[in-house]
């Protein structure tokens, strides 16, 4: 373990600083600026997401505000994933390894979403960077997590609880994709043991928590009933 860690404590390193400044480019604040020379935190709800550029700005800066931020955190973990597979390469870990850089990248790139250093600190909830996140990691726990999202949203027509469902499924569909892998030995990433199996799902469960978290206020209005059902604001869109 200790070799492990003495290989993999750089390239980690590395890897989250960039991922980390990748994902504080705040997509949401950069195309509300363009397309109405504002600041998106302080219009609507006070967020810096692609719900409240929606709402406050129109689809157009929305469109590009989902575009940009979707990708920056597949290009981030995509990153992470290059640095760990060269690491293993030269190191001999077993191939599994690169996971971890995927998640190492994309958990960097979502906090620099949050917590954006270009801009104070202050950024959007996360949910279309984790949702990248998924696409890199495993594709089938990107459909779960979409397939929540799109049926919750018809249902309900509130994308905050959308959101928040979508979160809630990264970790029982990592679980229940690696466990299945795991037992069938078909991974593209060769055998891997069961403690790998409970970390990865460790770890979505930490990025559900933050997410759901991060939708607090959300929370509170879905509970005195006053959160507002999708709009689009058609001017400028």
Known sequence: MGKVFEALALPALAAVLIAYLIG???????????FSNSDIRSMGSGNAGMTNVLRSVGAKAAVFTTICDFAKCVVASLIGKAIFQHACAVNSFPPYYIQYGVFLAGFACVIGHIYPIYFGFRGGKGILSTSALMLVLDWRIFVVAISVFIVTLI?????????????ASFPFSTFIFFYYDYCNRISAYGPYSMLYVWITTAIAFLFSVI?????KANIKRLRNGTEKKITVKHKNA
């Open 24 to 34: 504080s480019m705040s997509f949401s604040i950069i195309f509300t600026k363009k």
């Open 155 to 167: 249902i309900t027509k509130i994308i905050s609880i959308s959101s928040i469902l979508a979160a």
């Open 211 to 215: 997410l759901i978290w991060r939708h």
